[in-house]
């Protein structure tokens, strides 16, 4: 290719390009980049109040998870066992292979404390201490563990251990990990430990105390953030959930097999943030318009650019003609632009409450919250001063939405593959 040649090329590229950009809406051209992209195998993005996963890339393709099983060890530990109990070191965790906290054979130590060791340090010998201790043996602690991958309806997920080293039968998905530690994040107990930067405990057996510092750079590193677990193994490779937290809203991301994966962690919880902000469209005791009504609980969700326009909710009243003012079709109109009613189905509201016991406390009926067609969240509806008390939104079993994706820029691509055409010479 001569001189001549590639100058005519050069002006003629740059006169594509400006007619591109002439083409182009301003909006287009000023509006952010959405779309993103990371160096792992697989990833997942999660808004922890809604379960909705905002990105996923091959998130549904079950993967070996090094020490990212010990979020489970965690959750199951807490859940199942007294957390000031005194845990024994036994011969199977003395000395086990992997990471370790370098236990005593014959150590005891609260569970509480173990459980800082499991997650700051990723512990191998603390995870066999602990499955032994709470399930009696690990392979009664491995049965908890899947019985409760199964209640969080984690399909791509099974467990043959409680450390993570690499087994056969032993996976999970960058998707069912995101969902499993929003769940996680709900519970005070894990949210606390997995959010300490260091911490110090007891050591009886020796002049000098165990001092664990959290190998989980992020919580060094990015603003915010508060969480979660580290991971690897020669066959795994890098593994990292992280969470972050700003302006009252959380997020979990996951990336397996990721040799950058403290770059793209930033990377995911910014796009979370900026794109997906969470939005409180109910609030508890809000009064629903055109009834003698009020709301049982807030809802809160995380709405892309333009998604507001397209949310929809619809009243389901309980037969019960007291429940209705006036005969005027209308919703809360906090949940979006569009809003009905129905008087049909009325146990369908007296179920999605989440308590038939909560009929006793004046339930008439359900707000059934869509976002287009995809139905994102029901809200129950009182008679006023009839509301329950609030509960703990650790109890919800989360089913995980996805985000829709962006379009990436789809003229920028355009533009980008007609350059290469442009100066592709062959071979």
Request: with cysteine; charged share 20%.
């Amino acid at each position: 290719m001569n001189m001549k040649t590639l100058t005519r090329k050069s002006m003629l590229s740059l006169l594509l390009c400006a007619l591109l950009l002439a083409l182009v809406p301003v909006s287009a051209v000023s509006a952010e980049n959405r779309s993103i992209t990371t160096h792992a195998r697989a990833a997942a993005l999660i808004d922890v109040t809604s379960g909705r996963i905002l990105y996923s890339s091959r998130g549904d393709e079950p993967m070996l998870i090094a020490s990212l099983t010990k979020i489970m060890t965690a959750l199951v530990a807490i859940e199942n066992s007294d957390i000031m109990s005194k845990v024994k070191v036994g011969k199977n965790a003395f000395a086990k292979e992997g990471s370790s906290l370098y236990l005593k054979l014959g150590e005891e130590m609260t569970l509480k404390d173990m459980l800082y060791g499991l997650m700051l340090r990723s512990g191998n010998d603390a995870a066999t201490a602990i499955a032994e201790h709470v399930g009696g043996s690990e392979q009664g602690f491995v049965y908890l563990m899947n019985a409760k991958a199964q209640e969080l309806n984690l399909k791509n997920t099974h467990f043959a251990n409680p450390h993570g080293l690499d087994a056969e039968g032993h996976f999970s998905s960058a998707n069912d990990l995101a969902v499993l530690t929003a769940y996680a994040m709900h519970n005070p107990v894990f949210k606390e430990i997995v959010a300490t930067k260091e911490k110090a405990a007891d050591n009886p057996y020796e002049k000098w105390d165990y001092k664990w510092s959290n190998k989980n750079k992020m919580l060094r590193l990015y603003e915010g953030a508060d969480g979660v677990k580290t991971g690897y193994t020669k066959k795994a490779l890098r593994c990292l959930v992280s969470s972050a937290t700003r302006d009252g809203q959380q997020l979990v991301a996951v990336t397996l097999n990721d040799g950058n994966d403290w770059n793209d962690h930033a990377s995911l919880l910014d796009f979370g943030f900026n794109h997906y902000p969470l939005k409180t469209l109910v609030e508890r005791g809000e009064a629903v318009k055109g009834y003698s009504l009020v709301t049982g609980k807030a809802f809160a969700y995380p709405l892309g650019q333009g998604e507001e326009a397209r949310l929809v909710n619809k009243l389901v009243l309980s037969a019960d003609p007291q429940t209705s003012a006036n005969g005027n079709a209308a919703g809360t109109g906090s949940a979006g632009a569009g809003s009905s009613v129905s008087t049909d189905a009325g146990r369908a509201g007296v179920n999605a409450s989440g308590s038939e016991g909560d009929v006793n406390f004046g339930l008439r009926g359900v707000i059934i919250l869509r976002l287009g067609d995809q139905e994102i969240g029901r809200v129950p509806v009182y008679t006023p001063g009839q509301l329950p008390p609030e509960t703990s939104p650790y109890v919800k079993k989360y089913t995980a939405a996805r985000a829709s994706a962006y379009p990436a820029g789809n003229w920028l691509q355009a533009f980008g593959s007609a350059l290469r055409a442009l100066f592709h010479t062959g071979e």
